[in-house]
T-cell receptor, first 112, second 113 residues
Framework: GAGVSQSPSNKVTEKGKDVELRCDPI?????LYWYRQSLGQGLEFLIY????????KSGLPSDRFSAERTGGSVSTLTIQRTQQEDSAVYLC??????????FGEGSRLTVL | QKEVEQNSGPLSVPEGAIASLNCTYS??????FFWYRQYSGKSPELIMF????GDKEDGRFTAQLNKASQYVSLLIRDSQPSDSATYLC?????????????FGSGTRLQVQP
């Protein structure tokens, strides 16, 4: 596609439920990143995929968070047993030239 | 100490003035430096990157890098109300083994008409 596509754009869930957030990167981009942004805050790194290399998971805040990237393209971020502090905008980005990121519009997660 | 630090602002400048945004970073091994602009409710977009010490100009924007002092700045000349946004500084933190960008919390810029 023309840009990074994320879905859903908004998700409201109850505490304790699992959620899945999807990211479809720009075609041909080998790197894919997940960040999250809480209200009025900067971007917090979560996970980074580069080609077929093992992902850099060093930013995942707990074992409730996981992500996969299938076929080197679409990625899914899964949050199990959601907590209220998980409420944030989850941003996906992709890049061809390393570090020049193109962001999607984000998935706004609200945990009640 | 945060890896990337920015003054949260808001930085308020009159239309037509020069806006100066500053950023310091802690990892001396950082090699790539980026400025992203984020309008309220929108995603960040890349406006400048700089890899070498000195100045890099692109239109009304100038990025300045001083690796010895571990700071990077962004100057916006002839500021316009449309420049009002949050500006995020980002660096690679290769020293931590992480190759993704580390972002500061951003400086909110307000350009007064």
């Amino acid at each position: 596609g023309a840009g990074v596509s994320q879905s859903p754009s908004n998700k409201v869930t109850e505490k304790g439920k699992d959620v899945e957030l999807r990211c479809d990167p720009i075609s041909g981009h080998t790197a894919l990143y997940w960040y999250r942004q809480s209200l009025g805050q900067g971007l917090e790194f979560l996970i980074y995929f580069q080609g077929n290399s093992a992902p850099d998971k060093s930013g995942l805040p707990s074992d409730r968070f996981s992500a996969e990237r299938t076929g080197g393209s679409v990625s899914t971020l899964t949050i199990q047993r959601t907590q209220q502090e998980d409420s944030a905008v989850y941003l996906c980005a992709s890049s061809l030239v390393q570090e020049e990121l193109f962001f999607g519009e984000g998935s706004r997660l609200t945990v009640l | 100490q945060k890896e990337v630090e920015q003054n949260s602002g808001p930085l308020s400048v009159p239309e037509g003035a020069i806006a100066s945004l500053n950023c310091t970073y802690s990892d001396r091994g950082s090699q790539s430096f980026f400025w992203y602009r984020q309008y309220s409710g929108k995603s960040p977009e890349l406006i400048m990157f700089i890899y070498s010490n000195g100045d890099k100009e692109d239109g009304r924007f100038t990025a300045q890098l001083n690796k010895a002092s571990q700071y990077v700045s962004l100057l916006i000349r002839d500021s316009q109300p449309s420049d009002s946004a949050t500006y995020l500084c980002a660096v690679t933190s290769r020293g931590t083994g992480r190759r993704a960008l580390t972002f500061g919390s951003g400086t909110r810029l307000q350009v007064q008409p």
